[in-house]
Nanobody, 116 residues
């Protein structure tokens, strides 16, 4: 079953902004902290940002001050506002629980490409 669906990616120039959205199943969203992950070409998947059920957030050093994660408890969605984008932000972005649920839990992700 598809339980995590990402959207909002696209092509943007350096310095631009994008807002990613993730629709999660109510079960996943309700019992877990949530996170945004990304996988750049030739790189391992990494955690970008996380948010607890209570709204506490953490960010990778590379995105602090530029990205903001949020969640809508009523809609079971989690968003990632990305500002001041850089070419090194180019990656496929995924949402998942934090910690992630397992190898078969990933959605399709959404591609973010930042041109220099």
């Amino acid at each position: 079953q598809v339980q995590l669906v990402e959207s909002g990616g696209g092509l943007v120039q350096t310095g631009g902004s994008l807002r990613l959205s993730c629709a999660a199943s109510r079960t996943i969203f309700t019992i877990n902290a949530m996170g945004w992950y990304r996988q750049a070409p030739g790189k391992s998947r990494e955690l970008v940002a996380s948010i607890t059920r209570g709204g506490s957030t953490n960010y990778a050093d590379s995105v602090k001050g530029r990205f903001a994660i949020s969640r809508d408890n009523a809609k079971s969605t989690v968003s990632l506002q990305m500002n001041s984008l850089r070419p090194e932000d180019t990656a496929v972005y995924y949402c998942n629980a934090y910690p992630w649920l397992g190898p078969d839990s990933w959605g399709q992700g959404t591609q973010v490409t930042v041109s220099s």
